[in-house]
């Protein structure tokens, strides 16, 4: 059974950083692409980020430059650092398996970032 449990979120003032992690069981981890995908409150999922096979990674352009996505495939572990957060950041941010992944996998709990002064 895929197992994927992210941890990290909480509250940060603008201008602060949250480093995301991901622990991935249940599925060869280093066979996969994966993907961070976020969404607001109100709002529908979006994608943020992912990291192929290779480790080329991908970023949404609101979050070039701030953010870094990376694995630890002997930890089976997938990680976002964010810095220079904004509120416009705050949503439930999900790992799923895949590149480009739009959608938070089924019954994936997220992790709850809130940017807020």
């Known amino acids: 059974e895929v197992q994927l449990v992210e941890s990290g979120g909480g509250l940060v003032q603008p201008g602060g950083s949250l480093k995301l992690s991901c622990a991935a069981s249940?599925?060869?981890?280093?066979?996969?692409?994966m993907s961070w995908v976020r969404q607001a409150p109100g709002k529908g999922p979006e994608w943020v980020s992912s990291?192929?096979?290779?480790?080329?990674?991908y970023y949404k352009d609101s979050v070039k430059g701030r953010f870094t996505i990376s694995r630890d495939n002997a930890k089976n572990t997938l990680y976002l650092q964010m810095n220079s957060l904004k509120p416009e950041d705050t949503a439930v941010y999900y790992c799923?398996?895949?590149?480009?992944?739009?959608?938070?996998?089924?019954g994936g709990q997220g992790t709850q970032v809130t940017v807020s002064s």
């Open positions: 249940g599925f060869p981890f280093g066979n996969y692409g």
């Open positions: 799923s398996l895949g590149i480009f992944t739009t959608t938070p996998p089924p």
């Open positions: 990291i192929d096979l290779g480790g080329s990674t």
